[in-house]
T-cell receptor, first 113, second 116 residues
């Protein structure tokens, strides 16, 4: 059974800092990995998707890397802003068509002005 | 539609009543998922549809929960004889079938269910 762990559970940083969120998964036979953002009381917003054959994806100040063999992904946020405050979730999809995503518990990020 | 749409956004019901939650996926997305998120917890998979069939409904917590999808579009999640432990946000997501796209999931805003 796939298990996804995110560390740390919560993180508070001053504005402007670069930071790294970690995601690990127990079964390396994944199809892809997706990072989401969730604001309080809202649904999930897709940030980045990395296919199993890829090593990283970038979007603006966000960079996600994937080391499939070691079961790890990191989300790097550059020059953090108060608007980045949210819960960040990673999720992996198994190596079979149409299968469910398994989610981590998330990292709650607070960026202080 | 432009995004995944869910209704109602909020539902308060009494214990023992039945509720229906609706999801309109992104137009053309043949894969549809339901997840549940209890307060302060992670996302719990409920059921997956490919077209109108559900190849994976292993996450439905009890026989009080059922879901259907028609016209490869709208899906309805029904909870019968609601219990207080059913209180949660129910999230719907859709994606293109993997052979046609990356499999990226797009979520709706969720339906918040409160059972008194």
């Amino acid at each position: 059974k796939q298990e996804v762990t995110q560390i740390p559970a919560a993180l508070s940083v001053p504005e402007g800092e670069n930071l790294v969120l970690n995601c690990s998964f127990t079964d390396s036979a994944i199809y892809n990995l997706q990072w989401f953002r969730q604001d309080p009381g809202k649904g999930l917003t897709s940030l980045l998707l990395i296919q199993s054959s890829q090593r990283e994806q970038t979007s603006g100040r966000l960079n996600a890397s994937l080391d499939k063999s070691s079961g790890r992904s990191t989300l790097y946020i550059a020059a953090s802003q108060p608007g980045d405050s949210a819960t960040y979730l990673c999720a992996v999809r198994k190596e079979t068509s149409g299968s469910r995503l398994t989610f981590g518990e998330g990292t709650q990020l607070t960026v202080n002005p | 539609g432009a995004g995944v749409s869910q209704s109602p956004s909020n539902k308060v019901t009494e214990k023992g009543k039945d509720v229906e939650l609706r999801c309109d996926p992104i137009s053309g997305h043949t894969a549809l998922y339901w997840y549940r998120q209890r307060l302060g917890q992670g996302l719990e998979f409920l059921i997956y549809f490919q077209g109108n069939s559900a190849p994976d409904k292993s996450g439905l917590p009890s026989d009080r929960f059922s879901a259907e999808r028609t016209g490869e579009s709208v899906s309805t999640l029904t909870i019968q004889r609601t219990q207080q432990e059913d209180s949660a946000v129910y999230l719907c997501a859709s994606s293109l079938v993997l052979l046609a796209g990356t499999g990226e999931l797009f979520f709706g805003e969720g339906s918040r269910l409160t059972v008194l």
